[in-house]
C-alpha cells in the first residue's frame, strides 16, 4: 500500500489515542443508539420545573416526576442501564416458568464465566445451590441480615462492653452507633453484632441497623485526602480492621467490601487491599462478602493503575477479585447492566457456608414467603435472561473504557472551571464537594439539598449524598457523618447519554458555582428524624 495511506493511518490512531481535552475527543463510542426516547418536554421550561419542584415535589429530588426532565437525570445509575439489542432479544426467549425456569440455569453458568469456577452451584440433586434471586440489591440486603442475625446468634458469644483494646477513635465511631441500636441499654451492647466495611451503601447501613446491628466504616485513609496520586481510595483500613477483629472479632459474623465504593466516592478497591483483608479475615475465621455492585468498574481500575496486572483482561481480574471471598451479594442494576433484579452468591466450602450451615435453609424459607422461589426471587424468567447476557458485555474492554472515559472527561471539564470534585473520579459518578464548593462562605447546614434543586430547575437531577443523607437528628441535634461525607453526586446512567448531555449538565453546575454566594439554604419541613430521611424528606427554600 502507498505510504501515504500509512501516513494517514498512523495520523488517524493517533487522532483516536489523543488524550481528551475539552471540546476535542474524536473516539466514537462503542455501539451506537439502536433506539431513543423523545424529551416531552423542553430546557427551556424553567418556571414550570420550578413549580412543580416547590409544589409538588418538596424540593425532594426523589419526588420529582422524570418525564419534566429535560437534560441528564443523574439521580442514580442504578437500573437507569440502556439496554442493548441482545438484551431485549433474549427476553423474548424468555422461560416464564414457576421454578427453576431456563434462565435460573443459564445464570448459574454465566455466573461461573463470570466470577470463576469457585462459584459453581449446585450438586446433581441439586441440594447445594448457592445463587439466590432477589428483585433488587437491598432485598438482598435485608434477607442477608434477617437471617444471618438469627443462625449467627446462636453461635457466637459476646461481651456486654466493648473491648478496651479497641483504638479510642474506632471505640467512639462504635459507641456513637450504640446508642441508636435497637432494644440496647446506651452504654451497653448486648447482643449486638457489628458489620465492617469500607463502606457501607445507605440502604445496606439502613437494613444493618434495622436488624439491631452496628454497620461501621473503615475507610483508608486516603480516602478522601488530596493525593491524586493514590489510585485505590476504596481502600478498607487495614489497622483499623485488624484492631477491630483482634478486640471484638466474636461480635463480627461477616466482613464486607463494596467495589467499588459508592459512599466514599465510586472509588476502587486495589486486589492488594482485597488480599490483605482476606488474611486478616481468615485469621480470625470471618468470612469475607463483596457488594459487587460495579465489579467490572473496579476490576477496569485494577487492570489500569494496579502493578502487575495491565496484561491481564478484565475477567481473568474479575476471577482473582472474586476468589478471595466467600460470597457477595449484587444488585444487577449496576453491572448487571439490567433495569432489574439482585442475586446472593454463597462460596461452596467457603468459611460463610461452614460457619452457618442453617443459613441456607433459613433464607430459602424467607425467601418462599417474601420473594418467591429462589429460583426466580421476584423476576421474570426473561429478566434472567438479560441479565446473562448483560454479563457478558459488561467485561468487554472497550465498554468499560467508553464508560468510564466518559465519567472522567465529566470531570476533567468541572475541574476545568475550579468546581471541587472527589479526584480522580470514580467508575460510576462524579461527587461534587460541597464542603470545598462552599469554601469560605457563610451557608447552612444543607447546602447540598440547595444544589441539587437548583440543577434540577436548571434541568438535570442529581443526589445529595452528604449530611443530610448520612447524618440523624437526635434530640434536637444534627449529628453529622462520621467519617464526614458532603457530596452531591452526579451519577451516569450506563449507555444512556452522549458527552454533549453531560457537558451541558457540567454548564449547569458552572452557573451555580460562579454565583454560590447567592445559593439558598434550605428549611427542613418534614421528615428530619426519620431513618433513611433523604428519600422522604420535604424542603423549602429560605427566603
Ligand atoms: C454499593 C451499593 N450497594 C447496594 C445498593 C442497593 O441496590 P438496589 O438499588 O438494587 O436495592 C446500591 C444501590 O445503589 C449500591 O450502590
Given at each position: 500500500m502507498s505510504e501515504a495511506i500509512d501516513f494517514f493511518i498512523s495520523k488517524f490512531r493517533d487522532n483516536i489515542n489523543r488524550e481528551y481535552e475539552p471540546g476535542r475527543y474524536f473516539r466514537p463510542r462503542p455501539y451506537r443508539n439502536a433506539s431513543v426516547r423523545f424529551r416531552n418536554c423542553s430546557i427551556e421550561d424553567f418556571e414550570k420545573r420550578r413549580d412543580i419542584l416547590v409544589n409538588e415535589a418538596g424540593l425532594n429530588a426523589f419526588m420529582f416526576r422524570s418525564d419534566m426532565i429535560p437534560g441528564c437525570d443523574l439521580l442514580s445509575d442504578s437500573g437507569t442501564t440502556t439496554m442493548t439489542m441482545r438484551q431485549w432479544a433474549a427476553m423474548l426467549l424468555g422461560d416464564e416458568a414457576y421454578g427453576s425456569n431456563e434462565g435460573y440455569f443459564e445464570l448459574k453458568n454465566q455466573i461461573t464465566e463470570t466470577f470463576g469456577k469457585d462459584w459453581v452451584s449446585g450438586n446433581e440433586n441439586?441440594?447445594?445451590?448457592?445463587?439466590?434471586?432477589?428483585?433488587?440489591g437491598r432485598a438482598v440486603e435485608n434477607a442477608l441480615f434477617t437471617v444471618l442475625g438469627r443462625v449467627a446468634a446462636k453461635n457466637e458469644t459476646r461481651q456486654p462492653?466493648?473491648?478496651?483494646?479497641?483504638?479510642?477513635?474506632?471505640?467512639?465511631?462504635?459507641?456513637?452507633?450504640?446508642?441508636?441500636?435497637?432494644?440496647n441499654t446506651p452504654g451497653?451492647?448486648?447482643?449486638?453484632?457489628?458489620?465492617?466495611s469500607n463502606s457501607h451503601f445507605d440502604t445496606t447501613q439502613g437494613n444493618i441497623e434495622d436488624k439491631g446491628m452496628i454497620p461501621i466504616n473503615l475507610p483508608c485513609p486516603q480516602h478522601l485526602a488530596d493525593d491524586r496520586d493514590y489510585r485505590f481510595r476504596g481502600d478498607m483500613d487495614v489497622d483499623e480492621i485488624e484492631n477491630l477483629l483482634e478486640n471484638e472479632g466474636s461480635r463480627v459474623p461477616l466482613v464486607y467490601i463494596t467495589?467499588?465504593?459508592n459512599t466514599g466516592g465510586g472509588q476502587p478497591v486495589s486486589i492488594a487491599n482485597i488480599k490483605r483483608i482476606r488474611e486478616i479475615t481468615d485469621r480470625f475465621n470471618i468470612p469475607l462478602f463483596f457488594d459487587a455492585c460495579r465489579f467490572a468498574e473496579n476490576a477496569w481500575f485494577i487492570k489500569k493503575y494496579e502493578k502487575g496486572y495491565s496484561d491481564k483482561s478484565i475477567t481473568e481480574i474479575v476471577h482473582e477479585m472474586f476468589s478471595y471471598v466467600d460470597g457477595f451479594h449484587i444488585s444487577l442494576k449496576k453491572d448487571g447492566l439490567v433495569n432489574m433484579g439482585g442475586a446472593l452468591v454463597l462460596k461452596e466450602g467457603g468459611i460463610f457456608t461452614e460457619k452457618y450451615p442453617d443459613f441456607k435453609g433459613g433464607l430459602t424459607d424467607y425467601q418462599i414467603m417474601a420473594e418467591g422461589h429462589p429460583t426466580y426471587g421476584g423476576l421474570a424468567g426473561r429478566d434472567l435472561k438479560s441479565i446473562v447476557e448483560g454479563f457478558r458485555v459488561v467485561v468487554r474492554q472497550?465498554?468499560?473504557?467508553?464508560?468510564?472515559?466518559?465519567?472522567k472527561r465529566v470531570a476533567d471539564s468541572l475541574t476545568g472551571y475550579g468546581i471541587p470534585i472527589i479526584e480522580p473520579a470514580g467508575g460510576h459518578a462524579v461527587y461534587i464537594d460541597m464542603d470545598k464548593f462552599f469554601d469560605g462562605i457563610k451557608i447552612d447546614d444543607f447546602m447540598g439539598v440547595s444544589v441539587t434543586a437548583l440543577l434540577l430547575i436548571a434541568g438535570h437531577r442529581v443526589c445529595e449524598?452528604?449530611?443530610y443523607a448520612f447524618g440523624r437528628y437526635m434530640d434536637g441535634n444534627e449529628i453529622p457523618p462520621d467519617p464526614r461525607v458532603n457530596f452531591v453526586r452526579a451519577a451516569v446512567?450506563?449507555?444512556a447519554y452522549e458527552d454533549m448531555d453531560l457537558l451541558s449538565f457540567v454548564e449547569a453546575v458552572k452557573v451555580l458555582y460562579d454565583h454560590r454566594e447567592r445559593i439558598p439554604g434550605v428549611n427542613v419541613e418534614y421528615g428530619r428524624d426519620l431513618?433513611?430521611?433523604h428519600f422522604k424528606s420535604r424542603f423549602s427554600f429560605k427566603k
Amino acid at each position: 500500500m502507498s505510504e501515504a495511506i500509512d501516513f494517514f493511518i498512523s495520523k488517524f490512531r493517533d487522532n483516536i489515542n489523543r488524550e481528551y481535552e475539552p471540546g476535542r475527543y474524536f473516539r466514537p463510542r462503542p455501539y451506537r443508539n439502536a433506539s431513543v426516547r423523545f424529551r416531552n418536554c423542553s430546557i427551556e421550561d424553567f418556571e414550570k420545573r420550578r413549580d412543580i419542584l416547590v409544589n409538588e415535589a418538596g424540593l425532594n429530588a426523589f419526588m420529582f416526576r422524570s418525564d419534566m426532565i429535560p437534560g441528564c437525570d443523574l439521580l442514580s445509575d442504578s437500573g437507569t442501564t440502556t439496554m442493548t439489542m441482545r438484551q431485549w432479544a433474549a427476553m423474548l426467549l424468555g422461560d416464564e416458568a414457576y421454578g427453576s425456569n431456563e434462565g435460573y440455569f443459564e445464570l448459574k453458568n454465566q455466573i461461573t464465566e463470570t466470577f470463576g469456577k469457585d462459584w459453581v452451584s449446585g450438586n446433581e440433586n441439586r441440594s447445594g445451590e448457592n445463587l439466590f434471586i432477589f428483585h433488587q440489591g437491598r432485598a438482598v440486603e435485608n434477607a442477608l441480615f434477617t437471617v444471618l442475625g438469627r443462625v449467627a446468634a446462636k453461635n457466637e458469644t459476646r461481651q456486654p462492653k466493648l473491648a478496651n483494646g479497641l483504638m479510642p477513635a474506632l471505640k467512639k465511631r462504635i459507641e456513637s452507633k450504640l446508642l441508636s441500636g435497637k432494644g440496647n441499654t446506651p452504654g451497653s451492647c448486648d447482643s449486638q453484632f457489628i458489620i465492617p466495611s469500607n463502606s457501607h451503601f445507605d440502604t445496606t447501613q439502613g437494613n444493618i441497623e434495622d436488624k439491631g446491628m452496628i454497620p461501621i466504616n473503615l475507610p483508608c485513609p486516603q480516602h478522601l485526602a488530596d493525593d491524586r496520586d493514590y489510585r485505590f481510595r476504596g481502600d478498607m483500613d487495614v489497622d483499623e480492621i485488624e484492631n477491630l477483629l483482634e478486640n471484638e472479632g466474636s461480635r463480627v459474623p461477616l466482613v464486607y467490601i463494596t467495589i467499588t465504593n459508592n459512599t466514599g466516592g465510586g472509588q476502587p478497591v486495589s486486589i492488594a487491599n482485597i488480599k490483605r483483608i482476606r488474611e486478616i479475615t481468615d485469621r480470625f475465621n470471618i468470612p469475607l462478602f463483596f457488594d459487587a455492585c460495579r465489579f467490572a468498574e473496579n476490576a477496569w481500575f485494577i487492570k489500569k493503575y494496579e502493578k502487575g496486572y495491565s496484561d491481564k483482561s478484565i475477567t481473568e481480574i474479575v476471577h482473582e477479585m472474586f476468589s478471595y471471598v466467600d460470597g457477595f451479594h449484587i444488585s444487577l442494576k449496576k453491572d448487571g447492566l439490567v433495569n432489574m433484579g439482585g442475586a446472593l452468591v454463597l462460596k461452596e466450602g467457603g468459611i460463610f457456608t461452614e460457619k452457618y450451615p442453617d443459613f441456607k435453609g433459613g433464607l430459602t424459607d424467607y425467601q418462599i414467603m417474601a420473594e418467591g422461589h429462589p429460583t426466580y426471587g421476584g423476576l421474570a424468567g426473561r429478566d434472567l435472561k438479560s441479565i446473562v447476557e448483560g454479563f457478558r458485555v459488561v467485561v468487554r474492554q472497550d465498554y468499560l473504557d467508553a464508560r468510564i472515559g466518559q465519567i472522567k472527561r465529566v470531570a476533567d471539564s468541572l475541574t476545568g472551571y475550579g468546581i471541587p470534585i472527589i479526584e480522580p473520579a470514580g467508575g460510576h459518578a462524579v461527587y461534587i464537594d460541597m464542603d470545598k464548593f462552599f469554601d469560605g462562605i457563610k451557608i447552612d447546614d444543607f447546602m447540598g439539598v440547595s444544589v441539587t434543586a437548583l440543577l434540577l430547575i436548571a434541568g438535570h437531577r442529581v443526589c445529595e449524598l452528604g449530611t443530610y443523607a448520612f447524618g440523624r437528628y437526635m434530640d434536637g441535634n444534627e449529628i453529622p457523618p462520621d467519617p464526614r461525607v458532603n457530596f452531591v453526586r452526579a451519577a451516569v446512567p450506563r449507555l444512556a447519554y452522549e458527552d454533549m448531555d453531560l457537558l451541558s449538565f457540567v454548564e449547569a453546575v458552572k452557573v451555580l458555582y460562579d454565583h454560590r454566594e447567592r445559593i439558598p439554604g434550605v428549611n427542613v419541613e418534614y421528615g428530619r428524624d426519620l431513618p433513611l430521611r433523604h428519600f422522604k424528606s420535604r424542603f423549602s427554600f429560605k427566603k
